[in-house]
């Protein structure tokens, strides 16, 4: 489909937060027959609304934004284009895609500070600017993508996708562990053979069995001997041996990097995903690459106060399990106080409190979180459950020692007290720094 596609078509956006307002900012140069479906009123006059779903879903096309459920409507002949699919049509730059459970957000901001040193480069997708606002910039787009973006592709080809990791979430919304999969495997689905693909060494066995066209490297920071097996000849592993990173092919290993050149500043992992990308893309390596001010996105594990030798860390964007266990033993403290809450978004958390026998001193578990209450019981953490986190931060302050660390890595979305988890962070930073300064 070329943008003429669009001249003068009737187009419906399908929700109007960031996507659907850049989808219209878009689209509406191309026809003056768009109208937009949102259940709230939309100031602009302007914009023609349409409160009738039944007629909406009438037009040529509708552009639906990721966070809609549209599974219901889709055997219905409707046009849907995704967000992705519109942005390929349009942009004519290179592109660089990751997705995965967690890490992504940090990875492709850490890939965007390095790669900007040598290229026009522009960062967005389901971070910072919506993607479809990323359309006539740069010379390289880096787009971090959900499984809502992605699940609904059907064109969207990257010259270059990258799956950081993979693990159960969003099971409220996906029906099951293999929906959400292929939901991120839309990334791959439709490359071709000239385009790459990055992906864990732990889902070869999933990639073996699919067979995407691009061509595939692997990386492990600690590959185990049964996943190296299965290896083909020809394929590529990107791994960490003896403190180096390492390029494996046709059975033999060639070293990249000294690990000692990438800064502590977040997991070993994300650098060895960051390190494999410069290779891919051709990026020679030196110690200028790593040089970087680079700080922490905000809610991930953010060192935020001092008070009487206990740390404070606001860690809210963790919602799934796997992010808040890497936050533990990145850590790594016997004195830890560990702060969890949210909706589990279908996902059993057991395997989050037994992990943290031995390894936390206390759990305190806010909002609608009965389960890990019963889970702490049923495997001996000490808990306590509060209703909201102002209770929580009054019961901190009561029990908390010198050399305590206080993790606030809640393991669960915040739909539940709060609008997104970036409302969540700040509430709980600002519940601690006022009473630090009470005092």
Known sequence: MMHKNFINKKIGIWGF???????????????????????????????????????????????????????????????????????YQFYKGHIIALTGTVGKTTTVNLLHQILEKYRSVVLGGNVGIPMLDLIN?????????????????????????????????????????EEYFLAKYNLFKYQNSDQKALVPLSLIDKFNLLKPKSEIFYFATNPKEFEISKLKEDDKLLYIRDGFVELMSHNLS???????????????????????????????????NFKIDFKVPEHRLEKFANYKGAIFYNDSKSTVI???????????????????????????????????????????????????????????????????????????FCDIKEGDQILFSPAGSSYDLFKNYEERGKKFKELILEHINSV
Request: with cysteine; charged share 25%.
């Open 322 to 396: 796997e992010s808040t266990l890497n936050a533990i033993n990145k850590i790594n403290s016997e004195n830890l106080l560990l702060i969890l809450g949210g909706l589990s978004k279908g996902i059993d958390r057991s395997d989050l409190i037994k992990n943290c026998v031995n390894k936390v001193k206390k759990i305190y578990i806010f909002g609608k979180a009965d389960d890990l209450k019963q889970f702490c019981d049923i495997y001996g953490v000490a808990s306590e459950k509060f209703d909201n986190l102002e209770k929580v931060t009054e019961q901190i």
């Open 17 to 87: 937060g960031l996507v659907g307002k850049s989808a219209y900012k878009l689209l509406s140069k191309y026809t003056d027959k768009i109208e937009v479906f949102d259940q709230n009123v939309i100031e602009d006059k302007n914009i023609n609304q349409n409160f009738n779903l039944e007629t909406f879903l009438n037009n040529d096309y509708i552009i639906v934004s990721p966070g809609i459920d549209t599974r219901k409507y889709r055997n219905l002949g409707i046009n849907f284009l995704s967000e992705v699919d519109l942005f």
């Open 254 to 288: 060639e070293t990249i990097i000294d690990i000692k050149l990438f800064p502590e500043i977040t997991y070993l992992e994300n650098w060895l995903i960051v390190c494999a990308i410069l290779h891919l893309e051709n990026i020679k390596f030196n110690e200028t």
């Open 137 to 177: 910039t740069g010379s390289c787009a880096i787009l971090e993508l959900s499984s809502f973006q992605l699940e609904y592709s059907e064109q969207f080809a990257p010259d270059l996708a990258i799956l950081t990791n993979f693990s159960a979430n969003h099971l409220d919304r996906h029906t099951s562990l």
